[in-house]
């Protein structure tokens, strides 16, 4: 009988924290096989906002959510939904929500997070200088928008919680003020918070390939198949996949809003949910973006992706299987045309990703507490272009037993 051969490290997913993990091992001189599934039109990593959110430090889950998240889920196509047949499903996950909303829960997770975000935005100049990335960036700030003083005042508890953790960003208080760094939205606006270091992704589905193709490149392999399972054998993990076993010393679960099937397997479950989000991308010369808009009373934002515009956000927890609903995106775009008078709404492509969420809003980053031979990264939820060359480093820092660039107790496999 041939002997199997035993990869070095074999990442499962393709996505950009799984990319970015391949190259921060392989940068460390190891061997590194990706496999992912065929299916482009999965990865949440392809088609989002392209947004690097270095200053949204705030989980979703906080204290006022409680608050707000019923008169949401009245309205089906407001910012937050659940399908009525999905509602028994998510109740458990919804209760471990709630108390991640308790005030000592969100504060820490407050903290862990942004010690996560100084790590992420450091790791990201140093992905892009690995990879000659800059041409696929850009800087051109965010405003966060708020119709009256009324909602302005309101978040102004979430500005003074940047400045507390030394985010740079300056309040503009009247339509003028905003007028002057984005002309054309609609003078209900009269209050922003505009954050001038946040950058963009020109294309986060050039990102991910620009990066892939650095990967192959290196020497780097990427195998378009599903892993059905784990199972660790004495000498290496094995893989069951579709096209027969695989073999590695070492395994990284990177497989995005897929990675609970994977990681109970082996015994460990996840309260890992998908919080469903649309899109529609507009064509060149929808509207003259200057900068990365945020309607936050809205649950949406509107960015530049290449030349043209991209309309997107919502929160659908719908799950894995059913179909999508449209006419979230359609509702959003309508918004947006109250909002940017000027926008052109035609020509667009719609789209709907899985954004990969733990209740608590902060990824697994960690080594499986069960097989050492398995280490996580998943969960990233809507943060996941921005801490994915962040979370790359640290899981080549787990993988070589190195302690890791920051503290990992707020994302440790065991917290739930
Ligand atoms: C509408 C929307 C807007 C967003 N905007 C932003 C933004 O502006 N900024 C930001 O930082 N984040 C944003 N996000 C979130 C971000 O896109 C995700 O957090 C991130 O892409 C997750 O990356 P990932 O690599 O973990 O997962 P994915 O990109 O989903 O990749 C996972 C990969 O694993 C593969 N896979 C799954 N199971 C298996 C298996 N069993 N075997 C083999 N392969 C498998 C999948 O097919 C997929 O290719 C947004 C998400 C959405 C939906």
């Known amino acids: 009988m041939m002997a199997e051969k035993v990869h070095d490290i074999i990442v499962i997913g393709g996505g950009l924290v799984g990319i970015s993990a391949a190259l921060a091992l392989q940068g460390r001189g190891r061997e590194v096989l990706v496999l992912d599934r065929p299916d482009e039109t999965l990865k949440a990593s392809q088609m989002n906002a392209g947004a690097f959110a270095f200053c949204n430090v705030e989980p979703l889950a906080t204290p006022g959510i409680m608050r707000k998240a019923p008169g949401w889920l009245l309205d089906p196509l407001g910012p937050l939904s659940v399908p009525p047949s999905y509602a028994f499903n998510i109740l458990p996950w919804m209760l471990r929500f709630w108390r991640a909303s308790l005030p000592d829960r969100y504060r820490q997770a407050v903290l862990a997070q942004s010690a996560m975000m100084t790590h992420c935005e450091a790791a990201l100049k140093r992905q892009v200088g690995a990879t000659s990335g800059a041409a696929f960036l850009r800087q051109e700030g965010q405003l966060q928008l708020y119709e009256g003083a009324g909602e302005y005042r309101a978040s102004l508890e979430e500005w003074n919680l940047r400045k507390e953790l030394g985010i740079a960003f300056e309040l503009l208080e009247s339509a003028e003020a905003i007028a002057a760094l984005q002309p054309g939205l609609d003078p209900r606006f009269t209050h922003a918070g505009f954050t001038p270091h946040w950058t963009n992704s020109v294309d986060p589905k050039l990102w991910l390939a620009h990066l892939t193709e650095v990967f192959l490149q290196r020497g780097g392999a990427i195998e378009r198949l599903a892993v059905a399972a784990l199972a660790p054998g004495e000498g290496a993990v094995e893989l069951r996949t579709s096209s027969g076993d695989y073999h590695a010393s070492q395994i990284v679960v990177s497989a995005g809003a897929w990675s609970h099937h994977l990681s109970r397997s082996i015994g460990e479950p996840f309260p890992l949910e998908t ?20 309607f936050s009373g809205h649950g949406f934002v509107v960015s530049k992706i290449n030349e043209g515009i991209r309309v997107g956000g919502a929160v659908e927890l719908g799950g894995l299987n ?28 719609q789209w709907m990703g899985y954004r990969p969420t733990l209740p608590d809003s902060l990824p697994v980053i960690d080594r499986s507490p069960s097989e050492r031979r398995v280490v996580y990264a998943f969960g990233h939820g809507h943060l996941g272009l921005t801490q994915s060359a962040g979370t790359g480093e640290i899981v080549a820092a787990l993988v070589h037993d190195e302690t890791p660039p920051i503290d990992l107790g707020a994302f440790s496999a065991s917290r739930f």
Request: hydrophobic letters at 30%.
């Open 275 to 294: 919080e469903r989000g649309y899109n529609t991308t507009l064509p060149e010369g929808a509207f003259d973006l200057k900068t990365h808009l945020t």
């Open 322 to 349: 059913l179909p999508p609903n449209y006419k979230r995106a359609e509702t959003l775009l309508n918004k947006a045309k109250q909002f940017l008078p000027a926008l052109k709404t035609d020509g667009g492509t």
